[in-house]
């Protein structure tokens, strides 16, 4: 018995030797998987061909923005993209042809889009710009010609003809106009107020020339204008409430120079109201902005989804 036992496990040690066993099929080659629509394998350079395609993919089944995404996870994203494309995973409208020409076209509308109201922002700030200097806009005046309808940017889709409400850049550039021009007043006062005193000073020193500055006359100097000063301040305060004039209260033209104060402040107070209140029309108008870009968004996403409907299903959106 012990001689067939050997025979037997020698005859299965050469057979698991055999050219015939498992290890020739697992280095058989395997077959590439027929892609949809003849489709061929992707590979990492085709990253930017399928940029359009990809971004769509990301949107509709992920919910995720590839311009928002770091390179790092978009590379991710790309990668498991590619494998399920090359696995054939994906459906099938994924591998349509027709899909990503509409999602480059998509694309292309939308930088179209985004350039055209990049434009018309800037027109309207330049108009911002040239309403807030008019000395500026009336010096090219002249030199314009009656072709303005054909030069400048075209309006964006969607947008109203006509003047449009000032944006928040805008009003912003105004306000700082105005405060440089406020600062400017300011400095000027300023320096003629310095160049009155100066002149009045000169002319005290015309009249009654002061003693050089570190001499004995000049502490003399020094020491009585501290005396009269004092003695005059002592004699006030004995004398008691000394009445007041209503025109040094008031100012020199009294009661008219008050209320043109008051009418002062209140076109101030409604300079501020026209101020917050366009403020928030222009915030108003970015809203509404955005509101609409939601919309066209949602309406794409949508158009997206039916196309995918009617080609794997054969159905209307």
């Known amino acids: 018995m012990e001689p067939t036992s050997t025979v037997d496990r020698t005859t299965k040690r050469r057979r698991s030797h055999s050219p015939h066993g498992h290890s020739t099929k697992s280095r058989q080659d395997v077959q590439p998987v027929k892609l949809p629509f003849k489709q061929s394998q992707l590979r ?9 395609l990809f971004a769509d993919y990301l949107d509709l089944q992920k919910q995720l923005e590839l311009s928002s995404l770091s390179e790092t996870e978009a590379k991710g ?25 509409r999602a480059d076209a998509h694309a292309a509308e939308e930088r179209s889009t985004s350039s055209a109201a990049a434009l018309g922002r800037a027109k309207v700030t330049q108009q911002g710009m040239n309403t807030a ?13 009656g072709d303005d309808d054909d030069l400048g940017p075209s309006l964006p889709t969607g947008q109203r003809a006509g003047p449009q409400a000032p944006t928040t850049q805008d009003l912003q550039l105004r306000h700082e106009l105005q405060a440089g021009d406020r600062e400017n007043q300011h400095a000027m006062r300023k320096f003629e107020r ?29 020491r009585r204008d501290a005396a009269f000063s004092n003695k005059t301040f002592a004699e006030s305060k004995d004398a ?7 025109s040094d209260l008031l100012g020199a033209s009294g009661v008219e120079e008050y209320k043109a104060e008051v009418q002062k402040n209140q076109r ?11 403020v928030l029309r222009a915030r108003a108008v970015e809203r509404e902005e955005k509101v609409a870009e939601f919309r066209r968004k949602e309406d794409k996403t949508m158009e997206m989804l039916r196309g995918l409907a009617r080609e794997r299903f054969g159905v209307g959106g």
């Open 44 to 52: 990492k350079r085709d990253y930017d061909i399928y940029y359009t």
């Open 133 to 145: 200097q008019p000395g500026v806009q009336e010096q090219h005046s002249d030199d314009e010609d």
């Open 194 to 222: 310095k160049e009155e005193r100066s002149v009045a000073q000169a002319r005290l020193d015309g009249l009654a020339p002061r003693a050089a500055a570190g001499t004995r006359d000049r502490q003399i100097e020094k």
């Open 77 to 101: 994203r790309w990668k498991s993209f590619m494998g399920k494309w090359n696995r054939g995973e994906l459906s099938e409208g994924w591998y349509d042809p027709k899909t990503k020409a």
């Open 240 to 246: 008691g409430v000394a009445e007041v004039p209503e």
């Open 268 to 278: 101030k107070q409604s300079e501020r109201e026209i101020r917050k209140e366009e």
